[in-house]
């Protein structure tokens, strides 16, 4: 079968799950207190950290599902973000909603990009920035953003734990193909 260009963002969807996966539970072997201590992080902690990214995952996905095709996978309820809500917005302060609010939003990726068409991200991508400015690029330019993103934070959460004495375990990409 042959390969388009949006399997590779099919694969990117499923790594995503996989390391979000391993990384929350990794997470679970600290306490509240210390998943939420200021370790000098951009966003201070790991909680804060992964609060970051379902913020961005939240609203990278806004902006996709505005762009001229409707997504089952996207509903509103799930993009909704509260107002004024910033990049270093603590959406959910308990471990349970954000760790369930992470999950409910990695199936909605992967459903999202399983049904996206496939000429989806060679297409025009229209929006505002978090500044308001108006951009547009391709779409792939953003998807690539989109889970680039994910990967930088993550990898910045996995440092976090490693000086927390926790260690999340092999999360190389090629790890999900070859175990």
């Given amino acids: 079968m042959a390969q388009t260009f949006s399997d590779n963002y099919r694969f990117l969807a499923r ?3 996989w390391f979000n996966e391993r990384l929350y539970d990794a997470c ?22 992964l609060n970051h990214l379902v913020w961005a995952d939240t609203m990278w996905l ?15 309820d799930l993009l909704a973000l509260p107002a004024g809500a910033r990049h270093a917005t603590v959406l959910h302060q308990d471990w349970a909603g954000l760790r369930s609010q992470r999950a409910r939003l990695d199936a909605a990726i992967e459903a999202w990009v399983a ?6 991200v060679t297409r025009a991508m229209r929006y505002s920035n978090t500044r308001g400015v ?5 779409m792939w330019q953003a998807m690539t953003h989109f889970f680039n993103h994910q990967t930088h934070h993550r990898g910045q959460v996995t440092t976090l734990l490693m000086q927390a004495g926790v260690d999340v375990g ?9 175990p």
């Fill in 15 to 17: 790594y995503n799950r």
């Fill in 28 to 49: 679970e072997k600290l306490g509240d207190e210390e998943r939420k201590r200021d370790r000098g992080a951009f966003f201070g902690s790991i909680h804060g950290t």
């Fill in 62 to 76: 806004g902006r996709f599902a505005a762009q001229a095709h409707a997504f089952a996978a996207l509903p509103a």
């Fill in 115 to 120: 049904e996206m068409p496939d000429d989806f």
């Fill in 134 to 138: 108006p951009r547009a690029h391709p």
């Fill in 170 to 178: 092999v999360t190389d990409l090629i790890a999900l193909v070859n």
